[in-house]
Nanobody
Framework: QVQLVESGGGLVQAGGSLRLSCAASGRTVGTYPMGWFRQAPGKEREFVAAIYWIGGTRYYADSVKGRFTISRDGAKNMLYLQMNSLKPEDTAVYYC??????????????WGQGTQVTVSS
């Protein structure tokens, strides 16, 4: 129903920045949020940020608040995650998700393939 493709991941030095993009096809507008999650090896998938497509209300995990910014471009059906002041603990596979009914991973119905973000010391 909804196809999501992430891009923009890579290797960056601590303190650097990356901008992740998620191209969405299909209907993504609505009252439910669209967001970003991340998963490191051996760890559970965790919430990073979310945004309501209509209205633009944003939510952030405490660990990224003040450093990451989530945004969307409705005309282009694109979701973005600007990541600044990156830390080694930000290293993970980042996933774009849509159709959220809660801010937990289990509340989202559609997922992208993920893009690797590695932050070196």
């Amino acid at each position: 129903q909804v196809q999501l493709v992430e891009s923009g991941g890579g290797l960056v030095q601590a303190g650097g920045s990356l901008r992740l993009s998620c191209a969405a096809s299909g209907r993504t507008v609505g009252t439910y949020p669209m967001g970003w999650f991340r998963q490191a090896p051996g760890k559970e998938r965790e919430f990073v940020a979310a945004i309501y497509w209509i209205g633009g209300t944003r939510y952030y995990a405490d660990s990224v608040k003040g450093r990451f910014t989530i945004s969307r471009d409705g005309a282009k059906n694109m979701l973005y995650l600007q990541m600044n002041s990156l830390k080694p603990e930000d290293t993970a596979v980042y996933y774009c998700a849509s159709g959220g009914t809660t801010l937990q991973a289990t509340g989202f119905s559609d997922w992208g393939q993920g893009t690797q973000v590695t932050v070196s010391s």
